[in-house]
């Protein structure tokens, strides 16, 4: 192989476009004369470099139809991650909601329990004060009596006298 076979595909079909451009007019033809030497060499290259080409061709094409599926698959894993991860927030949120109502909701009993917890403390403390009070009224009143009884004694007036 010398130099010009290792020329790629390009540069051997510039050099047959440059042979027919450089061939010789036929006078009131469009035909065009060309060394036969120099068109069957370019096209003998080009038949020697098309499997090389192909080749390399094929390779890219290969590789791209890797990376495509590369890609594909990565976009396929990446949409499944993030519907998954959507699918996860909507549960959350859904969840958060929920939780959130219950809070609430037990938040709004606990502070009703806690006002009638109030009312019946008062209720009771009222009836507990109601109690004593009545039950200190009889004693007060059982106090008086007895004082009264006291006093009516021959001997009570005695005892001051005694004491002086």
């Known amino acids: 192989m010398d130099a010009n076979e290792n020329l790629g595909l390009a540069t051997i079909l510039k050099e047959l476009e440059d042979a027919v451009i450089n061939g010789s007019r036929v006078p009131l033809t469009n035909k065009v004369m060309v060394n036969e030497d120099a068109i069957i060499g370019c096209v003998d290259r080009i ?32 949409i499944a991650e993030a519907k998954e991860q959507a699918d996860m927030m ?47 009224e009889k004693m007060l009143s059982n106090i008086r009596r007895n004082r009264e009884d006291l006093q ?13």
């Open 47 to 78: 038949y020697a470099a098309l499997p090389d080409e192909i080749k390399h061709a094929q390779r890219v094409l290969e590789q791209s139809d890797k990376l495509l599926e590369n890609v594909e698959g990565q976009s396929q894993r990446i």
């Open 90 to 136: 909507t549960q959350e949120s859904v969840v958060y909601q929920e939780a959130v109502a219950r809070a609430d909701a037990l938040v709004a009993q606990a502070e009703e329990a806690s006002v009638q917890l109030r009312r019946d403390s008062i209720r009771y403390c009222d009836d507990v004060l109601g109690q004593l009070e009545a039950t200190l």
């Open 152 to 164: 009516k004694f021959s001997f009570y007036d005695d005892t001051d006298k005694a004491a002086e």
